[in-house]
């Protein structure tokens, strides 16, 4: 009975989490152009996404926005990690603090604060500016995934490498990079979801002309959102859950206990 | 490691003053001067004004209400994953972060689709022969935006610090005698608050910000504080306005960064 009751209070949860997500995948399939009703079943708007050269276009800058910031938000943030634990405890608590402020700060504080910055360096806005942004959200998420298995690594190890012969670099690459690697991979992945699914910060930063996915829809909020909108969620959304299920599944045949899964 | 590797901390370093710490500087900078370049805190008492006392009111209500609902559906939530005994840590994570690969103004967009008058929710409820529910474009549309939008980051935090309590210091409460109310009250929460403030925190600034969910799902006539300062960024031009009630904004932020900073030390209650 008891029992009962949390697997109805769980899966309730879910399905609100859940019903929006299914909403959007049956309007693509809605012959209808309006949300409201249902004109019956088709599959129009997946061929004519391909055909839409604005939407093809806003995801081609959201992915490579997406790929180049998350990558090179890993480097610092993995680099940074490193740094800090050879840091006195004093300066590496501030450190971490200021790690923390694009995580704690509201997304629109800090979206208007680098939308000054960069106009008072007088770049020009495009999606260099959207990088820089995206870039400076995402190092905390990775340093957020990287730092715990950093305390966790014996320094010895490293040590040892060295008294061995290895060169630092070898013996980082060796010795503590392949311990670090599962956080590594889930600050990467972290990261470009979070750039993704971003709209607000890149909403200050963006240029006129210059659009990812997120400031597109906002653009269309008003004149209705084309279905072709629908068609390539729900298709980005089952790519990512398959690819997301295959990566779970896979290891679950060899599992070691001292690499768990990243994400 | 050895100090030899301190260098290695000057690019993060020099990032995050030129990313992080200038631009919130020009937040200040901005905020605290008037279009000439002259010292005003003109821009800072403007939030008296009736318009914006009243968009910083209604924010603040708002998302004080959604916290608090996020909070009470997530704990009995969190709960139970972690007494689900499967070592499926990272699989629990990802359930709550697939939704995001679904773009996020699309799913709150489809919360329009499901509240019409004669949207999905509605229809259901008539074919129940239940009263329906006319509830878009309202205040009570907004807080279940924040709630569906941000329950997430409640729950990754809670989950997170109730599945490391230690299932013996549990079954010393009950060998001791306590009730399974007593050691929820004594043992549990206490145990959980690092988690509780985190959760807090990560929903709590997001819902005071917004202005994203007001838009979608409030009509355009319901301002909140997010609003406002867009609008004065986007459309009215007028950053120092703008800049002057962030400042204003940042001061919830920054008693909410204390809280989690004194009762959050390890950074337990972390989402990750």
Known sequence: MKNTAKHIYTALIFLFLYAPIATLMVLSFNASKTRSKWGGFTINWYSRLFQNEEILEALGNTLLIAVVSAFVATIIGTIACVAMTGMKKRSRTILMGITNIPMLNAEIVTGISLMLLFISMGLRFGLGTILLSHITFNIPYVILSVMPRMKQLNPSTYEAALDLGASHVTAFFKVVFPDLLPGVLSGFLMAFTMSLDDFIITHFTKGAGVDTLSTKIYTEVKKGIKPEMYALSTLIFITVLILLLLVNMAPAKNKTPKNPKPL | ?272
């Open chain 2, 1 to 272: 490691m050895t100090s030899k590797n301190k260098w290695l901390s000057s690019p993060y370093i020099l990032w995050s003053v030129m990313f992080i710490i200038i631009p919130l500087g020009m937040i200040f900078y901005y905020g605290l001067t008037d279009k000439t370049g002259a010292f005003t805190l003109e821009n800072i008492t403007a939030i008296a004004t009736a318009e914006h006392a009243k968009a910083l009111w209604l924010s603040l209500l708002l998302s004080i209400i959604s916290t608090v609902i996020c909070f009470l559906l997530a704990y009995p939530l969190a709960m139970i994953l972690s007494n689900m005994k499967v070592n499926q840590h990272s699989f629990i994570i990802l359930i709550f972060i697939l939704p995001m690969w679904m773009n996020f103004l699309l799913r709150t967009l489809a919360w329009q689709t499901l509240l019409e008058k004669n949207g999905v929710i509605n229809s259901i409820l008539n074919f129940l022969h239940l009263p329906g529910m006319n509830i878009i474009n309202t205040p009570y549309a907004i807080i279940l935006g924040m709630v569906y939008n941000f329950l997430p980051f409640m729950v990754l935090p809670l989950y997170n610090v109730l599945s490391k309590i230690d299932e013996n210091v549990l079954d010393a409460s009950r060998d001791l005698g306590a009730g399974s109310v007593h050691t929820f009250f004594r043992i549990i929460l206490p145990l959980s608050i690092p988690g509780i403030i985190s959760g807090i925190t990560m929903v709590f600034v997001p819902a005071l910000t917004t202005f994203v969910i007001s838009t979608l799902l409030g009509g355009s006539k319901i301002l909140l504080i997010g609003n406002v300062i867009e609008q004065e960024f986007t459309q009215a031009s007028n950053w120092h306005l703008g800049s002057g009630l962030s400042i204003v904004l940042m001061i919830f932020i920054i008693l909410n960064m204390i809280a989690s900073a004194i009762f959050d030390k390890e950074g337990e209650g972390s989402m990750l």
